[in-house]
Structures are given as structure tokens and as C-alpha cells.
């Protein structure tokens, strides 16, 4: 059982070029989250998709835009990558609400931006 | 003021040591309470539920007081392999969990 799956893992972009971080749950989950991670900063989400079809917006969603194209799929695109989203990205899923929310996430797609 | 508030430390203990973190929320409509675990470089992973009548996983013990908003996470006997950052979460009626910036724990020899 995979749970949450990030690709890639790993990424270097120069200002400006584009990329989809890829997501996928087996979980069946029904909610799906993406969120960056910078030092000293915790976990910030960006964008957010409470059930298939449905996408809002979180806390930073600025530079980005996400896709929900299935109810395992998450995608996350950059459309012009900037030094400030240098960061690590986190895919997260959840049984919303059974679970009272408890998300269980992937393991990460480091960025760097050049 | 930030919704979820966590001491950063970091907690600097030695083996066998307990050690007590607290974390302070703001909404009172939260309902639901959890702690993860971060290590180093890698995704957060849920550590335990935070019950309204507190609750115990091993050396692990999780409280919560909704009088005085805050939630706490006790830790018996810590070990090395506790070394690690603790992540305070707070979730109301809707889909967005709020996380704590975490605080750091460092188990020493």
C-alpha cells in the first residue's frame, strides 16, 4: 500500500521555466491538499481540493495552480517559477471527515529555484 | 497572532529525560487535535489523536485543555530515536487543519 505518492522528488528550475508536481493517493481519500514548507515558517497550504471536481484556495496560493484530475490525482503546476517558491512541497490526503481530518502525506518534492 | 502557537525550543534532554511541550490555539471551535512527527527532511507523520479526556500510546501522553485553548504532548522515558520535530495540529468544521511551526526536540547521550 503506497499511501501518498510525489514525483518527482527532486527538481531544479531556472526563474521563469514551468513544472507539475504530481500527486496520488491509493487511499481512496475524498480530500487532497498541497502545502510548502520553509524554514522556520511550518507548513503553509496552498491550494486545497475537499472532494473530486472542487479546488479552493489556501493560505499562499499565489504562482500556483492545481488540478484535480481524478479522485487519486493532485497536481500542482508552476507556470513561472520564482527564487521565493524554492521550497518543500507536501502532498497530503485525508478521509475528511470520518478521520476528523487526519492527513497523511508524501514524501516531498524538493525545489530549487535558480 | 499566528492561530496555532508552539514553542520552537529546541528541547535539549537527555536519555531518559521527560519532557512536556504545549501548544496554544485561538479558535475555540476546534475540534479536532493531533500531534505529528517530522523528522529531519522528510514528511510529517501522524503521532497520536489528542482526546478531550486525554489519551496514552506507550511512553506518549496527549491532553487537552479547551478552558484554556492549549493541548499538550508528554514524553516519558525519551530515547534518541525521539529526536525529532513535533508538529501541533488544530482542526475545526472545515477541510483546512492549522499546523504549529513545530517544536524541536534534541535527545541526547
Known amino acids: 500500500n503506497a499511501g501518498v505518492t510525489q514525483t518527482p522528488k527532486f527538481q531544479v528550475l531556472k526563474t521563469g521555466q514551468s513544472m507539475t508536481l504530481q500527486c496520488a493517493q491509493d487511499?481512496?481519500?475524498?480530500?487532497m491538499y498541497w502545502y510548502r514548507q520553509d524554514p522556520g515558517m511550518g507548513l503553509r497550504l496552498i491550494y486545497y481540493s475537499a472532494s473530486e471536481g472542487t479546488t479552493d484556495k489556501g493560505e499562499v496560493p499565489n504562482g500556483y495552480n492545481v488540478s484535480r484530475l481524478n479522485k487519486r490525482e493532485f497536481s500542482l503546476r508552476l507556470e513561472s517559477a520564482a527564487p521565493s517558491q524554492t521550497s518543500v512541497y507536501f502532498c497530503?490526503?485525508?478521509?475528511?471527515?470520518?478521520?476528523?481530518?487526519?492527513?497523511?502525506f508524501g514524501a516531498g518534492t524538493r525545489l530549487s529555484v535558480l | 497572532r499566528k492561530e496555532v502557537e508552539q514553542d520552537p525550543g529546541p528541547f535539549n534532554v537527555p536519555e531518559g529525560a521527560t519532557v512536556a511541550f504545549n501548544c496554544t490555539y485561538s479558535?475555540?471551535?476546534?475540534?479536532?487535535f493531533f500531534w505529528y512527527r517530522q523528522d529531519c527532511r522528510k514528511e510529517p507523520k501522524l503521532l497520536m489523536s489528542?482526546?478531550?479526556s486525554g489519551n496514552e500510546d506507550g511512553r506518549f501522553t496527549a491532553q487537552l485543555n479547551r478552558a484554556s485553548q492549549y493541548i499538550s504532548l508528554l514524553i516519558r522515558d525519551s530515547k534518541l530515536s525521539d529526536s525529532a520535530t513535533y508538529l501541533c495540529v488544530v482542526s475545526g468544521g472545515s477541510y483546512i487543519p492549522t499546523f504549529g511551526r513545530g517544536t524541536s526536540l534534541i535527545v541526547h547521550p
Open positions: 497530503a490526503s485525508s478521509d475528511q471527515p470520518k478521520e476528523g481530518n487526519i492527513q497523511y
Open positions: 487511499m481512496n481519500h475524498n480530500s
Open positions: 489528542v482526546y478531550s
Open positions: 479558535n475555540s471551535a476546534s475540534q479536532s
